[in-house]
């Protein structure tokens, strides 16, 4: 799925997964085993590190929060696969502007992990992807982060046509017929 991020947006090719919570993308901090070419990775600005003892890290870091040994140090996360392929990075916060029901544009400040040592260990070749867009159940998800910040609820449904499928987020849009919804689980035992 393509989403912008940032402002002006560029646009990032991301892989969904409900299994994870946590948003990355490829980021030039400089980065060891990223995929894409260094203009196509996100590049932030200081401006956009988020503190560790920001309430977002220790939503990231659950439930083993972060040992900050300095309150303005920068929010670390690192994220293991089942196939043995991981990614560190630290959070940030940027734009994700998002087309709403009503036609309006919201731009959103959300959080999400700027991977800049990716490592991939399974016996598949990493994806083209610029990184995964985490849709899981914790605070850290992005479906989570809007709902607290009161843009949508909690709810997030995909749509898997022929050729083309699409994301919301929300319960604003269901469509009338045709979909059939499932409740996720709390964990994955």
């Not at 990075?89 to 998002?98: E, N």
Request: proline fraction near 8%; hydrophobic fraction near 30%.
């Amino acid at each position: 799925m393509t989403i912008g991020i940032g402002n002006p947006p560029k646009p990032f090719q991301l892989d969904i997964d409900t299994g994870s919570d946590l948003t990355w993308v490829q980021c030039d901090a400089p980065c060891t085993g990223c995929t894409l070419r260094r203009d196509q990775l996100y590049n932030p600005s200081k401006n956009n590190f988020v503190d560790c003892k920001d309430p977002i890290c220790l939503a990231v870091n659950s439930p083993n929060p972060p040992q900050c040994k300095n309150p303005n140090e920068k929010c670390c996360f690192q994220v293991q696969y089942a196939d043995h392929g991981s990614v560190l990075g630290f959070i940030v916060l940027d734009t994700f502007p998002l087309r709403l029901v009503n036609g309006t544009l919201s731009k959103p400040n959300l959080a999400f992990g700027c991977g800049h040592r990716l490592q991939n260990r399974g016996l598949h070749p990493p994806t083209p992807t610029a990184g995964v867009l985490g849709l899981g159940k914790s605070k850290a998800s992005i479906s989570s982060q809007l709902s607290s910040m009161g843009v949508t609820k909690n709810v997030f449904g995909h749509c898997l046509g022929d050729n083309r499928g699409f994301l919301f987020f929300g319960a604003d849009f269901v469509p009338k017929s045709g979909m059939t919804w499932t409740r996720m689980l709390q964990s994955s035992s």
